[in-house]
C-alpha cells in the first residue's frame, strides 16, 4: 500500500488538537445569553452510571471481531469524550437560538451523554472499516444534525425534551446504515470480520454492563424517575428469559447462539424507553420486553440473511436489530399508549384532539428516521473522499493498521 495510507500522524493529532482548541475557545468566550457557571444537582450516581454504560459497556459490547479488539474500545472511548464536549456545545446554541438560560451541570452533560450513543450505535455499523478521521468527522457531523432532529421536534412539533434526546436508537441505528451503504464492501474470502470465542466473551461483558445501567439511562432524562427505572428493568429482564427461549428454538441444534443473546436481551430497553415513565402497569413494559426481544431474534435470523444481502445493507455488529427494529417497536407503542390514555382522560370525545397527538408522535418519529437516513448518506458521501484517506478494502478490521500489536495477539 502506499505509503499515505500507512500513518495518520499528519491527520489525526492535528485533527484533534484543532477540535480541542475550538471547544477550549468556545468555553471561554461562550455565546450571549449561555451561563457557564455550575448548577447544582444530586443526579450523580445516574450520571456515573450512564457514563459507565456509554464508556465501559459499549467500549466492550463492539468488541465483536477478533482482530479489532485495541480499535474497538480505544476508538469509542475517544468519539465519547470528544463528542460530550461538541454536545455540550450543540446543547448551547440550541439554548441561544431558542432565548433560554443554561447551566453547565451533571443534567447538561447527562444529556451530552444520551446524544454521544447515537454515535457510538452508527459507530457498530460501519466497525472496521472506518479509520480515526472518518470516525471524527463523522461524531461531528452526525451530532450537529441530531441535534437539528431534537431541535425540530421540540420547537416545531412540541415533542417533549426528554423524549426527543432519547431518540438516539432511531437516529443511531439508521444514520449508521445509510452512512455504511457507503463502503467498499469487504472481499468475500476477508476472514478478519469473524468473531472468536474471547472476542465474544468481552462482548458479552460489555453487554452485562450496559443491560445494568440501562435503567438509568432511560431515567436520566424523564421526571418521574422511579417509574422509569422499574419498567426499564422489567422490560430488560423479559427480554433476557426470552432471548435465551428464542435462540435455543431458533437454531437447528438447539444450542443457544451467543451474538443473538446479546443483541436480544437489549431490545427490551430500547423498545420501553419512549414510553419508560408514562406505563402504569408492569405487564405493559414485559409485553415490550418480550416483543422487542422476539424482533431482535427474529431479525438477525431472518433479516440480516435475507434482506442484507438484496438491500446492500453491511451491518458490522447488528446495530439495525439491536438498536433500530427495536426502537420502531416502541415508537409505535408510545403512539399507541399516547392514544390510549388521552381518549380515557377525555372519553374519547375529541377525536380530533387524539388524532393531532398521534400525527405529532408519528410525525416526530418519522422526521427523526428520514433525517438520520439522508444525513448519513450524505455524510457517507463525504467520509469517502481521499482527503480523509479512507482505508482499503484489504485492511479492514484489523489493529495492526492503526495500533502498535505484538505479533503474539496478531497469531491469536
Known amino acids: 500500500m502506499p505509503s499515505r495510507y500507512l500513518s495518520f500522524r499528519c491527520s489525526v493529532p492535528w485533527l484533534i488538537l484543532l477540535l480541542q482548541a475550538l471547544l477550549l475557545l468556545r468555553s471561554f468566550f461562550g455565546f450571549p445569553g ?13 450520571f456515573q452510571d450512564v457514563n459507565h454504560m456509554v464508556i465501559f459497556g459499549f467500549g466492550f459490547f463492539l468488541m465483536v471481531l477478533r482482530r479489532y479488539g485495541f480499535s474497538s474500545t480505544g476508538f469509542n472511548f475517544l468519539l465519547v469524550v470528544l463528542g460530550v464536549q461538541c454536545s455540550v456545545l450543540a446543547e448551547d446554541l440550541l439554548v441561544f437560538f431558542r432565548g433560554e438560560q443554561n447551566e453547565l451541570g451533571l443534567g447538561s452533560l447527562a444529556r451530552a451523554f444520551v446524544s454521544v450513543t447515537a454515535v457510538v450505535i452508527s459507530t457498530g455499523a460501519v466497525l472496521g472499516r472506518a479509520n480515526p478521521v472518518q470516525l471524527i468527522v463523522m ?17 416545531f412539533l412540541e415533542v417533549p425534551e426528554h423524549l426527543t434526546g432519547l431518540h438516539v436508537y432511531l437516529f443511531g441505528a439508521y444514520f449508521g446504515l445509510a452512512l455504511a451503504s457507503c463502503f467498499p464492501e469487504p472481499p468475500p474470502g476477508l476472514d478478519k470480520n469473524r468473531s472468536t470465542p474471547k472476542s465474544e ?6 453487554t452485562v454492563f450496559v443491560w445494568v445501567f440501562w435503567p438509568s439511562f432511560n431515567s436520566v432524562l424523564p421526571s418521574f424517575k422511579m417509574q422509569a427505572v422499574l419498567n426499564t428493568y422489567l422490560a430488560l429482564a423479559v427480554s433476557a428469559v426470552a432471548a435465551f427461549m428464542l435462540s435455543a428454538l431458533t437454531s437447528k441444534d438447539g444450542k443457544f447462539r451467543m451474538a443473538q443473546i446479546r443483541s436480544a436481551v437489549l431490545a427490551g430497553g430500547v423498545a420501553v424507553s ?3 415513565e408514562r406505563i402504569h402497569q408492569p405487564w405493559i413494559a414485559m409485553l415490550l420486553g418480550l416483543l422487542a426481544s422476539a424482533i431482535a431474534i427474529l431479525g438477525s435470523h431472518c433479516v440480516q440473511r435475507c434482506f442484507n444481502p438484496a438491500l446492500k445493507l453491511q451491518d458490522t455488529s447488528g446495530v439495525h436489530f439491536t438498536f433500530g427494529l427495536p426502537a420502531v417497536l416502541g415508537a409505535v407503542a408510545a403512539v399507541v399508549l399516547r392514544v390510549v390514555e388521552d381518549g380515557i382522560d377525555t372519553r374519547w370525545n375529541e377525536l380530533s384532539r387524539l388524532g393531532y397527538d398521534a400525527f405529532v408522535y ?14 448519513g448518506l450524505i455524510t457517507g458521501l463525504i467520509l469517502n473522499i481521499k482527503l480523509l484517506k ?7 478490521f484489523d489493529d495492526q493498521f492503526y495500533w502498535e500489536v505484538s505479533f503474539k495477539m496478531i497469531s491469536d
Open 34 to 46: 449561555v451561563s457557564d457557571t455550575y448548577s447544582f444537582s444530586n443526579s450523580y450516581p445516574e
Open 139 to 155: 461524531t461531528l457531523v452526525e451530532l450537529t444534525f441530531f441535534s437539528v432532529s431534537r431541535y425540530i421536534n421540540e420547537t
Open 201 to 206: 466473551l468481552f462482548s458479552v461483558l460489555g
Open 274 to 276: 419512549y414510553t419508560a
Open 362 to 375: 408519528i410525525g416526530a418519529f418519522c422526521q427523526t428516521i428520514c433525517t438520520a437516513l439522508i444525513t
Open 390 to 396: 479512507a482505508v482499503h478494502v484489504s485492511k479492514y
